[in-house]
Structures are given as structure tokens and as C-alpha cells.
């Protein structure tokens, strides 16, 4: 059996890029020779909202998952992140919303784009135009406690360390020795992730070039005299904050020194020299609850799938935070993910369906990057870039401008290329009415739907992947559509030939 091993310290084959193509067109009897039998379907390096809510979307196709968490205990940190529009309909499309909007709060979905306080255009064709902020932790670990209950393992304290992949499966290999045998593997590691450097997935970009402390501290002084100070110095220093967080608490976000090792976390001492500099006082911080820095490197993965092993989330793209992207793109990797991958292992999938996930996540990681690029000139306080930021603040008066931006930020202004066809094509559809109630409701168990006001199309020998609901009442304005598990348009027209090619394209070979 030929196979390619990629450890700590890969083979000269697996750091050029690791192409196993050649490995991959062996005829299938040399699987065979492999001991090893398949325990996994899918193993899924990393716990965090990525891996959680792709071990999550991999089980409501009853493919065998086992999640491996590096870390024994949940993060420390507290960091409030911003699901936006998009991330709230995916919630809602698996019947999760309820349960995460209890633990967060809502906020207005405008003022995200370099912080530029515009409120959000009317009219945003969502059912869920706002942002949830919400404690990162909380939400990994609804999305980890959802998993489960749909029959998700996962084992924490287990870091991925190496793994070997043949045309058979991928023998997994964790930091005790233990090697686990599974169909798929993928690398929701986070932006070190292991597994897209033993891949030797190259990850170009820019290294950060700005750190930026944050953490919760109580402080000294009375709170009118850090609003008063905050006031005066944020036109010009955007990159910094002192903000009431509970009682007694406060957030602190503070430009670093330096760039530094981020593994190192910061001092206390650090925020104070750093809130002096800016702020010329440290405002008394002391008795922290926790402090971390962060950089604001951008990079993409060259690629997101190499033979059987796959990257998402932070694993493939990393990026400033400045509007809040980076969770939202990864749980969006997943719910495309997802669905692709348990094809494939259930062996529907038609045979450039798995490919599709690189085609369509890669391009819309890379406008991610980019708009965070030009939010982040944006926050510099040289002249130039304030010109700029005073010009645009002007232009988002414009509705079409702050509409453009904001579907931006909340991704549902992404539309897939699925070829030419109606504006709705490739495009998410909102959480339109159906005579049942709401679309979003009919969606939760991960199928794709056909919607038909025509009540004479039918999915056929789809009808094990695919749902039909005839319903000349749904609020759409084409005839049919016919949606794929994420909840994008694959399809528009009212022609059952048409409407099976596409089946065919989409959902592979009929039962
Ligand atoms: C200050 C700040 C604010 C942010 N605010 C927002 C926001 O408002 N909205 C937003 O969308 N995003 C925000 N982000 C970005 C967001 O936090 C990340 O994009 C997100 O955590 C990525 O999720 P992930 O699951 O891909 O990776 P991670 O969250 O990094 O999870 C990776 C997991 O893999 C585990 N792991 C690592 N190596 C291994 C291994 N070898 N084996 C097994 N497990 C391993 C790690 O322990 C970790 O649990 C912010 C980031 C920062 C720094």
C-alpha cells in the first residue's frame, strides 16, 4: 500500500504541497492491505465553532463523527462576538435560534463597517436583520452541547499530532500515540492549525503588523472620568476602548507596543504603560479577570482540500476583527461543508460535489480579507486613510452604499456561481412564508426542498435527500426553486426535465 505520512516534521512529499492525487488513483484494492478498519467517517481536528457546527451538520446525515479537542477545559476568555444576518439564518434554518438568542443580546445590524456609526439601510430583505453579541464560549459550547444531542463524539485533552492518508482513509495520530482510522478528516484547528502545516498547505499573506491587547480589568477612577477621557481622545485614536462590562468590570482593548509571540499572553503592567501612552493615564486597572493580545495578520490556505484531508474556518483564513467576520465564515464553511462532505461518505455525492466547497468558501474568505484590509487603513489615524474614512462615512448616506456594505459584513450578499440564471440564482433565500409557517422551519433536518407554487413538479427517486412542498401560496416570485441543504437557490424555472438535470447536478444519482 502507498500512502503519505505527514507528521511534526513532514516527508519532502508532503511539504511540497502534499498532492495525493497520484496516491488516490490507486485501484481500490489497495485500501484493502490497509489493517486499520474504519472507526470515523469523519474525524474533525478541533472543537471550536467551526468544528462544532460541522460535527453538528455531518450528523443529521448519520455520518459517524468524532471530534478531537487539543484543550481539557473550555476557553477562559470571554471574548463578546457578533453573529450576523446570515449566521442568525443558518441558526434558525436547524431550529437553533431560540436557544442562542436566550443567552445574547441584540443589537442594531448597522455600524460594523470600520466602525463607521451608520444605522442599517431599511429594508434588509432578512427576517433576522440584527447582530446577537454573545460570549464566544457560549456559543461553542451550544453548538458542541448540539452536536452531541444529534449523536456528535467528542474528546477533549486529544490533540491531532500527525496522520497518514491513503486511498482508503486517513489513520489519525494523536499526542498520547493513538491512532484512530477514519474515511475523512478536517483541520477546524484554528489559525496555527496543525493539520494545514503537516498538510504543507502553503498560507500566504500579510504577518500582522499591529498587535492589540485585550482583556477585563476593574478600575480605579470614576466611571464619568474614563467616559470623559474616552470622549476626547476616540476621534482620533480608534484602536482603543475602556468600556463598562457588569459590575465593577470593564473591557479594555489597547493598542500593543509591539508585535509579539501571541502564545506569550500579556501583563497587566503592558495595558498600563500602553493606556498611558494613549490615554495619558492607566486609569488605576487592576485585578484582571483575563488578558490576551491579538494580531491582525490576513492570510488564505492555497488550498482547502488535499485528497481526503480538508481545512476550514480559521484552519484556512485568518483576518483582522475588525466587523466580526471571521466566526461567522467559519460556521458558514461548515453548513457548506457539511452537507458535501456526508454525501460523499454516504456515497450520493456527485463526483466534483466535494470540490465545490473550495470553489465557492474560497472566493468569499478572500473578499473577507480584503474588506478587512480596507476597514483596518480605515481606522489609521494618519490623514490620508481619515480623509477616506470622512469621505465614505459620506457615501453611506447613499442607501445602495450602506445596503452594498452591509450585506457585505452580514455575507448575505453572497451568491454562488452556479452558472448563468436569474439574479436569485446561487444566492441564499431569506426566511420567506410558506403555508406552513416559515421556510426556515421546513429546513432543520439538513435536506435539500423543493418549493413549488406549480404543484406539478416532483423530485422522484430524490425524495431519500430531497423534500417537496407544493404551495402556490409561498411568498416567492418564480414559479419553483429548488434549494440546496444550506439554503442556496441551485435551481430557479418550472420544467421537470430542467428540474431533474439539475437534481442529477446537485443531489447525484436518483434512489
Ligand atoms: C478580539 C477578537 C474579536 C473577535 N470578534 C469576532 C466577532 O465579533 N465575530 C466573529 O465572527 N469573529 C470574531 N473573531 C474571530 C473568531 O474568534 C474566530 O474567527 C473563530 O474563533 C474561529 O473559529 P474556529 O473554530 O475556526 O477556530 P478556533 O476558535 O481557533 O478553534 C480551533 C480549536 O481547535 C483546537 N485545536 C488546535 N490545534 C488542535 C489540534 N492539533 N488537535 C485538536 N484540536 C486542536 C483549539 O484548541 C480550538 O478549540 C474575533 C477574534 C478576535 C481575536
Known amino acids: 500500500m502507498r500512502s503519505l505520512r505527514f507528521t511534526a516534521e513532514p516527508s519532502a512529499t508532503a511539504s511540497t504541497g502534499g498532492d495525493v492525487s497520484d496516491v488516490l488513483g ?5 485500501s484493502d492491505t490497509n489493517p486499520a478498519p474504519l472507526m470515523f467517517d469523519v474525524i474533525i481536528a478541533g472543537c471550536g465553532p467551526t468544528g462544532a457546527m460541522l460535527a453538528a451538520e455531518l450528523r443529521l446525515h448519520d455520518v459517524r463523527v468524532l471530534v478531537l479537542e487539543k484543550e481539557t477545559e473550555p476557553a477562559s476568555f470571554v471574548r463578546i462576538v457578533g453573529l450576523h444576518i446570515r449566521s442568525l439564518e443558518l441558526m434558525a434554518m436547524r431550529g437553533l435560534l431560540e436557544r442562542i438568542r436566550e443567552r445574547g443580546r441584540r443589537r442594531p445590524a448597522g455600524a460594523y463597517f470600520a466602525g463607521i ?4 439601510p431599511a429594508g434588509l430583505d432578512s427576517a433576522y436583520a440584527y447582530l446577537l453579541g454573545i460570549p464566544q464560549p457560549v456559543i461553542v459550547h451550544l453548538l458542541e452541547e448540539h452536536a452531541i444531542e444529534l449523536g456528535a463524539q467528542v474528546r477533549r485533552g486529544s490533540a491531532v499530532t500527525a496522520f497518514q492518508q491513503d486511498d482508503g482513509g486517513v489513520t489519525v495520530e494523536l499526542v498520547d500515540g493513538e491512532q484512530l482510522r477514519t474515511r475523512y478528516l478536517v483541520g477546524c484547528d484554528g489559525a496555527r492549525s496543525t493539520v494545514r502545516k503537516l498538510l504543507g498547505v502553503g498560507f500566504p499573506g500579510e504577518p500582522s503588523r499591529n498587535d492589540t491587547l485585550m482583556g477585563e480589568v476593574e478600575v480605579g477612577v470614576p466611571p464619568e472620568e474614563i467616559a470623559a477621557r474616552m470622549t476626547e481622545i476616540r476621534d482620533t485614536y480608534k484602536r482603543w476602548w475602556l468600556r463598562p462590562f457588569g459590575e465593577r468590570i470593564y473591557s479594555v482593548v489597547v493598542p500593543a507596543a509591539g508585535v509579539s509571540d501571541r502564545a506569550q499572553p500579556p501583563t497587566l503592567e503592558e495595558f498600563r504603560q500602553q493606556l498611558r501612552a494613549i490615554a495619558g493615564t492607566d486609569f488605576g486597572v487592576h485585578s484582571p479577570r483575563w488578558l490576551s493580545r491579538f494580531g491582525d495578520a490576513t492570510r488564505l490556505a492555497e488550498r482547502y482540500r488535499v485528497g481526503r484531508v480538508l ?13 466580526g467576520q471571521g466566526l461567522n465564515l467559519g460556521v458558514q464553511d461548515a453548513f457548506n461543508l457539511g452537507w458535501k462532505l456526508a454525501a460523499q461518505v454516504r456515497g450520493w455525492a456527485p463526483e466534483t460535489l466535494l470540490d465545490t466547497y473550495q470553489a465557492e468558501r474560497r472566493p468569499v474568505a478572500e473578499d473577507v480579507l480584503d474588506n478587512t484590509r480596507a476597514q483596518t487603513e480605515l481606522l489609521s489615524s494618519e490623514p490620508g486613510p481619515q480623509a477616506v474614512r470622512r469621505l465614505l462615512t459620506e457615501l453611506m448616506d447613499f442607501d445602495e452604499v450602506n445596503h452594498y456594505l452591509i450585506e457585505k459584513i452580514t455575507a448575505i450578499g453572497v451568491r454562488y456561481d452556479f452558472g448563468a440564471g436569474p439574479e436569485l440564482l ?31 413538479l416532483t423530485v422522484g427517486g430524490w425524495s431519500d435527500r430531497v423534500d417537496h412542498l407544493a404551495d402556490p401560496t409561498a411568498a416567492l416570485d418564480v414559479p419553483c426553486v429548488l434549494l440546496r441543504p444550506d439554503g442556496h437557490v441551485a435551481w430557479i424555472g418550472d420544467d421537470q426535465q430542467d428540474l431533474d438535470d439539475h437534481l442529477f447536478r446537485w443531489f447525484g444519482t436518483p434512489d
Do not use: W
Open 117 to 120: 456609526d451608520k444605522p442599517a
Open 426 to 456: 446561487g444566492r441564499r433565500l431569506p426566511d420567506i412564508d410558506v403555508k406552513q409557517g416559515h421556510l426556515y422551519g421546513l429546513l432543520h433536518r439538513g435536506r435539500g426542498l423543493l418549493l413549488d407554487r406549480t404543484e406539478r
Open 26 to 30: 490507486l485501484p481500490a484494492s489497495a
Open 311 to 323: 481545512l476550514a474556518g480559521d484552519a484556512a483564513h485568518i483576518h483582522p476583527p475588525i466587523g
